[in-house]
């Protein structure tokens, strides 16, 4: 036997310590919250404005005792805020400028702010200062940012208090 013999090595191993057969769960990458809980909470985050996380806890926490159900965790919800949809704009219903940006795509939110600071002229850019506050925080997060262009994103978060 070879002492690179990857395969007998790898067998050895599982021997040894045995194999890990954890599996991925079926409601993996999906929200395990409540139906009334997750519409609830997308229902508070879909504001133009930032909403105060204390003030989501305090609601689905008292929402979640009417119900029954434990409560989410400030971690939980962190996470949703991530992972929350955005509206979606088509391209022919915005103004002239924010167009020149997009290359005629139908986007989501936080694909319009991404686009429209890194690719599109001043007003573009104030466009896109106006959207809602969950397409500028998950624009924040998209990789692919000009040094100056994530400057006005996050100047204009500031000013919101998103970022």
Known sequence: MSTFDLSASIARAELRLGRATRRRRADAGRSRLPAALDRR????????????VREIVAELRALATELGVRAPSRAT?????????????RCRDLPDHVQRALYNLDLDGAQLAFYA?????LAAASFAAGL????????????????????????????????
Do not use: C, K
């Open 117 to 121: 600071f890194n690719y599109g002229d």
């Open 77 to 89: 919800i962190y996470t949703a805020i991530d992972r929350a949809p955005v509206p979606r704009y």
């Open 132 to 163: 809602p506050w969950l397409a500028l925080h998950q624009a924040a997060r998209r990789r692919g940012w000009r040094p100056q262009s994530r400057g006005l994103l996050m100047a204009a978060a500031r000013w919101r208090r998103i970022a």
């Open 41 to 52: 909470l997308h229902h508070l985050l879909a504001g133009v404005e930032r909403p105060v």
